[in-house]
């Protein structure tokens, strides 16, 4: 019963905790486009056909690239074809994405790595390059506004007065939950020592009870 009552005050104040983090910032979660500005690759792995080459995250759709079918030539792409955007980005975590190519069997690897929103410079430019197989620049300019984007911090939201009203909210949030953290304790205390008194008076007064039972037996017996 106790341990039950502890784990659901857990989840409750897990849920507290979520909730005012979310309420507090809500335009930290977001996610920023990433395009192909141009891509060449050095090598194919397929001898027969055209190669078939495209991009994918892990757990996430393939995304062809129609155009790419031969080595050695420079693709340049608008940022606006059909199949861009390549893939989003989300604050701090990476994904392992990479450049494939289609098989009958096996796909093979042009390169995979974990794409990060901090791969990109400061003009929202990063260039993918491996020796023999491929040199891909791709953008993203909504990276470097990401959240946590360059430093995984968590709260780096640009210039200072934001950071200060940041730092004020962490501060009242800080506050409130050690507050009602306090005022839980104080409840479970006071409980504790109720119900310890409560156990108290019953003993007593079994023990009381126990009394008048021995004096009327003793009182029968005597009679
Ligand atoms: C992946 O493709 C399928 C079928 O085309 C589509 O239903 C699904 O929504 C796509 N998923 C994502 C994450 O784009
Ligand atoms: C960002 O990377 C691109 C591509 O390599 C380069 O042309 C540009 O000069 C870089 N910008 C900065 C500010 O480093
Ligand atoms: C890779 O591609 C970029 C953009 O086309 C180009 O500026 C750079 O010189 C290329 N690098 C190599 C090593 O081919």
């Not at 410079?121 to 023999?132: D, I, P, Q, R, S």
């Not at 620049?137 to 950071?163: H, I, M, R, Y």
Request: proline share 2%.
């Amino acid at each position: 019963m106790l341990i039950r009552n502890r784990l659901s005050w857990k989840l409750f104040f897990r849920f507290v905790i979520w909730w005012i983090f979310f309420s507090c910032f809500p335009g930290l979660i977001s996610s920023a486009e990433v395009t192909l500005d141009s891509i060449e690759i050095f090598n194919t792995h397929e001898w027969l056909l055209s190669p078939t080459v495209y991009f994918a995250c892990k757990g996430e759709n393939k995304t062809v690239l129609p155009d790419v079918t031969k080595k050695d030539v420079v693709y340049y792409f608008k940022g606006e074809e059909s199949w861009q955007p390549l893939t989003e980005l989300e604050s701090k975590k990476c994904k392992r994405c990479g450049f494939y190519e289609e098989d009958t069997l096996k796909s093979d690897v042009f390169d995979e790595w974990e794409f990060c929103a901090s791969d990109f410079n400061a003009t929202g430019k990063y260039v993918l390059f491996k020796e023999k197989e491929l040199n891909a620049t791709l953008n993203c300019q909504d990276c470097k506004s990401l959240p946590a984007g360059a430093t995984g911090s968590g709260f780096e939201v640009g210039d200072n007065e934001n950071k200060t009203r940041v730092a004020i909210i962490v501060l009242i949030v800080l506050a409130v939950l050690i507050l009602i953290i306090i005022v839980m304790v104080m409840a479970y205390k006071y409980w504790q020592k109720k119900k310890r008194q409560q156990d108290q008076a019953r003993f007593l007064k079994l023990f009381e009870e126990g009394d008048d039972l021995d004096d009327e037996l003793e009182l029968s017996s005597s009679l």
